[in-house]
């Protein structure tokens, strides 16, 4: 079984930067999955944030490209989500997804019902 657990989150000042990681303390893929971070900030929708894919090929939303980058260490089985010159309006709940499959080619056209596994999330509070 999969098992992911983010942290990482804090109460920062705009402008601060944050790394939030994602461990999967359960079992390994045979292959790198698709895997994902979404926030939700209170009262708004669920939003994708960034991807990666199969292939280490990564895929940002409008509102953190430039700012933040997505990355994998499958040594360590972690996802990492670095956060820089963070605003308020990036303050929500962060969460981390996997897939079961690389999906090379649909990764990042996959909507989050699409994704099987998922973390308990981890808080990132941005304040002026």
């Known amino acids: 079984q999969v098992l992911l657990e983010e942290s990482g989150g804090g109460s920062v000042q705009a402008g601060a930067s944050l790394t939030l990681s994602c461990v999967n303390s359960?079992?390994?893929?045979?292959?790198?999955?698709?895997m994902s971070w979404f926030r939700q900030a209170p009262g708004k929708e669920r939003e994708g944030v960034a991807r990666?894919?199969?292939?280490?090929?990564?895929n940002y939303a409008d509102s953190v490209k430039g700012r933040f980058t997505i990355s994998r260490d499958s040594a360590k089985n972690t996802l990492y989500l670095h956060m820089n010159s963070l605003q308020p309006e990036d303050t929500a709940m962060y969460y981390c997804?996997?897939?079961?499959?690389?999906?090379?080619?649909?990764?990042?056209?996959?909507?989050?019902?699409?994704?099987?596994?998922w973390g308990q999330g981890t808080q990132v509070t941005v304040s002026l």
């Open positions: 359960g079992s390994s893929f045979s292959r790198p999955p698709c």
């Open positions: 997804a996997s897939a079961r499959s690389p999906w090379y080619s649909t990764c990042f056209s996959r909507s989050a019902e699409d994704f099987s596994y």
């Open positions: 990666i894919d199969g292939n280490g090929n990564t």
